[in-house]
């Protein structure tokens, strides 16, 4: 199964709303990543998690909240956001997130499309 | 962290090859050179990487240039379905994996 999944595919949500985005992995990796990616754009890296910690947010701002609650899974949480942040969520895993001794491809899920109201 | 410059968009006939070009003159000795392609309304997927020597595997070939400040994606015969965006990206030996996409390239195939 070499499969990223993502719910939900699509998602409305007022500023005043809280709600959460979902990934799933089970190939095993210990790496996973959230991108954000407005229209025609490309994918903008946020957060990345190594072994369940956080090792890099890419000073994204507070109102965006990641958690790994074990190594197949992983959240977004989503709480007072602005209509700029209507965008492609992209999460995706790969083996390591650093040096291993293979190439460590990323396996990106189809997206959470956001609309934000 | 290094950046890569690639053409806006291209056209190819089907069945022709495709020659995507990336420049990465920041490149560091260690950085290796991958290509990502997200086809419409999906993810990016992983087509083929390197680092110094050429590379063939059963989607594309890699063209590094000697001095690594450019590189080429091959697609031997373009089909309909290779229509996306194409990313090339630079990724670090060490640390973190970051990846950082660059803007890519718009494939269009002619029928």
């Known amino acids: 199964d070499t499969e990223v999944t993502q719910t939900p595919k699509h998602l409305v949500m007022g500023m005043t709303n809280k709600k959460s985005l979902k990934c799933e992995q089970h190939?095993?990796?210990?790496?996973m990543y959230w991108y954000k990616q407005k229209a025609k754009k490309p994918p903008e890296l946020m957060f990345v998690?190594?072994?369940?910690?956080?090792?890099i947010n890419e000073s994204v701002p507070s109102r965006f909240s990641p958690e790994c609650p074990n190594s197949s899974l992983l959240n977004l949480h989503l709480h007072a956001l602005q209509p700029e942040d209507s965008a492609l969520y992209l999460c995706?895993?790969?083996?390591?997130?650093?040096?291993?001794?293979?190439?460590?491809?990323?396996?990106f899920g189809p997206g959470t499309r956001l609309t934000v109201l | 962290d290094a950046k890569t410059t690639q053409p806006n968009s291209m056209e190819s006939n089907e069945e022709e090859p495709v020659h995507l070009p990336c420049n990465h003159s920041?490149?560091?000795?260690?950085?290796?050179i991958h290509w990502y392609r997200q086809l419409p309304s999906q993810g990016p997927e992983y087509v083929i990487h390197?680092?110094?020597s050429n590379v063939n595997n059963r989607m594309a070939s890699l063209a590094i240039a000697e001095d690594r400040k450019s590189s080429t994606l091959i697609l031997h015969r373009a089909t309909l379905r290779d229509a996306a965006v194409y990313y090339c990206?630079?990724?670090?030996?060490?640390?973190?994996?970051?990846?950082?996409f660059g803007t890519g390239t718009r494939l269009k195939v002619l029928a």
């Open positions: 190939m095993g990796h210990r790496a």
């Open positions: 920041t490149i560091s000795g260690t950085d290796y």
């Open positions: 995706a895993s790969s083996q390591e997130t650093g040096p291993s001794g293979g190439y460590n491809e990323q396996f």
């Open positions: 990206i630079l990724r670090k030996a060490s640390g973190t994996y970051k990846y950082i």
């Open positions: 998690y190594s072994y369940e910690k956080l090792s």
């Open positions: 390197g680092l110094t």
